[in-house]
């Protein structure tokens, strides 16, 4: 029996007689962080190289990624598996998933323009993204989406935190939650101090986070501290090796797969507006109410164009 982290589980909605069918990622996602570093080189090497690890034989992916069959045998038993055949057979459905650096995705953009490839690249931009958005449905139990909306709903205070390119997608969030709700803020705005956001931060209020790599030092920084204060941390992001995703009282691995030289957000948009559209369906009366003042005022205002 696999022995996971209990509140891992009981906060993403898996119950104890469900352990079967939790996806490899969620497993290492539970245990990444206290694996040692020969451990979590197998298993990243196993999360980029999936499909080859489902269907070769372990000699032969140890001599692929340099790293002895005695590793990925302790790696499959420090999840929860009796042996690294186990595992194996948990990925033998799975997709392969490689991740590479931006500069090696455009090195690729480039040598396919200059092979001739055909395909629209609308095609395959629509292509991946959709199917980013049809692996929410398979990947996200709808008990961990309603646990993330309890803890939004109940907060006092919900600060938002994202950086680099995960800037816009929580400024978006921001502007949504503001029409039904005032208790909604972007930390480090306008040059504040996100020490001193954190810092007025309790057990009362919630903490969202959207990272994906390369991880902002400031953000990972803040998550930790706002969890040492009991502060509810909903994390998204898209890799279990996060290195905050162990700190989430609800925590979202959302695809990110594009054949851009960037990923794609499509998918973390989808998941965001669910989210919203939940808070707004359980909020009643007083959330329609503010909706309709600000639609009011925006015109008023002369901030949005009435013909």
Not at 153 to 161: E, H
Not at 207 to 230: D, Q, W, Y
Not at 238 to 262: K, N, R, Y
Request: proline letters at 2%.
């Amino acid at each position: 029996m696999f022995e996971t982290n209990e509140k891992f589980l009981l906060q993403r909605g898996i119950s104890e007689d469900d352990e079967q069918v939790v996806q490899f990622e969620e497993r290492l996602a539970a245990e990444y962080g206290g694996l040692s570093r020969q451990l979590k080189a197998a298993a990243d090497y196993i999360v980029k190289n999936q499909v080859d690890t489902a269907t070769r034989s372990l000699r032969s992916i140890s001599e692929a990624s340099d790293i002895s069959p005695a590793t990925y045998s302790r790696l499959a038993r420090a999840l929860g598996f009796s042996n690294y055949e186990e595992l194996r057979e948990m990925l033998r459905g799975a997709l392969g998933r490689s991740v590479s650096n931006m500069s090696d995705k455009a090195s690729r953009l480039q040598q396919d323009a200059a092979l001739g490839d055909q395909t629209p690249f609308l095609n395959k931009q629509t292509a991946a993204c959709a199917a980013n958005i049809g692996q929410l449905v398979q990947n996200i139990p709808q008990e961990r989406l309603h646990a993330a909306v309890r803890y939004l709903n109940n907060a006092r205070n919900v600060l938002l935190l994202g950086s680099l390119s995960s800037t816009g997608i929580v400024e978006y969030m921001a502007y949504l939650a503001n029409y039904f709700t005032s208790n909604w803020r972007i930390a480090g705005r306008a040059g504040a101090s996100l020490g001193a956001e954190i810092a007025s931060l309790n057990k009362n209020d919630v903490l969202l986070v959207v990272t994906k790599p390369p991880f902002a030092r400031r953000t990972i920084e803040g998550v930790r501290a706002a969890s040492r204060k009991g502060v509810k941390v909903i994390v998204i992001t898209d890799t279990h090796s996060c290195p905050v995703l162990v700190e989430a009282d609800a925590g979202f691995i959302v695809a990110t797969d594009s054949p851009q030289f960037f990923s794609s957000y499509a998918a973390t948009i989808v998941l965001i507006e669910t989210l919203i559209g939940m808070l707004v369906a359980g909020s009643g009366k007083a959330a329609k109410q503010r909706i309709f003042e600000v639609e009011c005022l925006n015109q008023q205002f002369g901030e949005t164009w009435n013909a």
